[in-house]
């Protein structure tokens, strides 16, 4: 490893599990406040299946666009 430089490439399977893993909590989030909310487990279930799908578009969308954005980035040295 080299010391002098800080930066590292995330690799595609880091970055595949970390957005699995927090999907998974963000769906328990999602079925646990709605279920204590409303005490009906269709409704939350309903709610946290489509929450995660327009939840998930909506991120997709935002990380391509923040990926156009030069403002805050460094080069690499």
């Known amino acids: 490893m080299n010391v002098k430089n ?4 995330e690799q595609t399977t880091r970055s595949l599990a970390k957005a699995i893993s927090y999907r998974i909590i963000i769906i328990i989030l ?3 406040v709605v279920y204590f909310l409303t005490g009906r487990f269709d409704i939350a279930f309903g709610f946290m299946i489509v929450s995660n799908v327009y939840t998930t578009i909506a991120y997709y969308i935002h990380e391509r666009i ?12």
């Open 66 to 77: 923040w990926n156009k954005i030069k403002w805050g980035r460094k080069r690499n040295t």
């Open 6 to 9: 800080n930066s590292f490439k």
């Open 30 to 32: 999602d079925f646990t």
